[in-house]
């Protein structure tokens, strides 16, 4: 997908709790511009939002001041969110498969966030680089 698309936008928020709700009615609004409605609304904004609180958690543990940038871009294909930060990486090739009959029997809480997203967009994809720029993209296709 071209960055060049007039449908290309980006937002810039304090990496804090408290801004999880804006990104989520942000990304919304663009998604309903892309013409999504009811269940895949529902699917992004919860990828989106699994996807920036894992940045506002695990990303920054300095306590000073850090960001989250949203880019969303679409055409008549695909709705894609990239969402980036320059805090700690990861290595989501090394996180384990999760197992649903074990977490739920193990009444566990949290860490699913990656598997939701994976389960409920048509492409997850990560981009790692500690300390300089780490993204999540998330892809939903346009039926």
């Known amino acids: 997908m071209s960055d060049s698309t007039k449908n290309t936008f980006n937002l810039k928020v304090e990496s804090k709790s408290a ?8 990304v ?4 309903k511009s892309a013409g999504f409605v009811h ?7 919860l990828s989106v939002d699994e996807a920036c609180s894992n ?27 990239i969402v980036s930060d320059k ?3 990861f290595d989501p090739s090394q996180l384990p498969q ?7 029997e193990r009444y566990q809480v949290g860490g699913l966030g990656i598997h939701l997203m994976k389960s ?8 790692i680089n500690p300390g300089k720029k780490n993204q999540v993209i998330l892809v939903k296709y346009i039926k």
């Not at 919304?28 to 998604?31: D, E, G, R, T």
């Not at 999760?98 to 739920?104: E, F, P, Q, V």
């Not at 409920?120 to 990560?126: G, I």
């Open 120 to 127: 409920l967009m048509d492409v997850v994809e990560y981009r």
């Open 98 to 104: 999760t197992d649903m009959k074990t977490y739920l």
């Open 55 to 81: 940045v506002v958690k695990h990303a920054y543990r300095d306590g000073k001041k850090h960001f989250i940038e949203i880019k969303v871009k679409y055409n008549s294909k695909a709705f894609v969110v």
């Open 28 to 31: 919304l609004q663009k998604a």
């Open 87 to 89: 805090g700690r990486g």
């Open 39 to 45: 269940e895949d609304l529902d699917k992004i904004e």
């Open 19 to 26: 801004n999880l709700r804006f990104i989520r009615e942000y």
